[in-house]
């Protein structure tokens, strides 16, 4: 099995051992401002705290057995918690939900103490804030947790689900967006 590629000068050495180019983190960022993804508030609960933050890097793992992921800056307080308890949900916002996911990214003048006093609120199975008005929660336990640059990689095993009609609340071009059905599908 080949080794991992290793970051020299700027440039990753490929398996094949030939240097490939690599781009600056900020040409990076606005090449991903073209993409669109959804918007969640991942959450997490651990003895008496919570935490929880606005994320737009998710997705599905896998449906057998069912997994996500998120991606989390390492330097929050969600990450510890959600290490030391283990258990975590992601509530997909729904297109009318921007307020609140401003409120969880910290644009809003919410102390972070007091950013659940916005919305409605309940437990599933693992006890992990839920936002009750959310268009998709995940209620996840935790499969594994890997660190990679500034973020820390959260990939859960989902014990519960829940879902509502709408339609999500989509992030593209540095703002909100919301998706309209295709009349051809």
Known sequence: MPSPPET?????QGTDGISLPTIDSASFVDVLAAAANGVSIITTRHGDKIAGLTVSSMCSVCAEPPMFLACVNADNEFCRLAIESQKFAINILN??????????AGLTDTPEDNRFTSGLWAALTTGSPTLTEALVTLDC???SSLLRGTHRIFIG???????QSGSPLVYTARGYARTEPNPET
Request: negative net charge; hydrophobic residues 30%.
């Open 141 to 143: 336990e935790l499969d």
């Open 95 to 104: 297109a009318s939900q921007h307020d609140i996911a401003n409120t969880f």
């Open 8 to 12: 020299q000068n700027g440039n990753e």
């Open 157 to 163: 095993r989902v014990v519960n689900a829940r879902q």
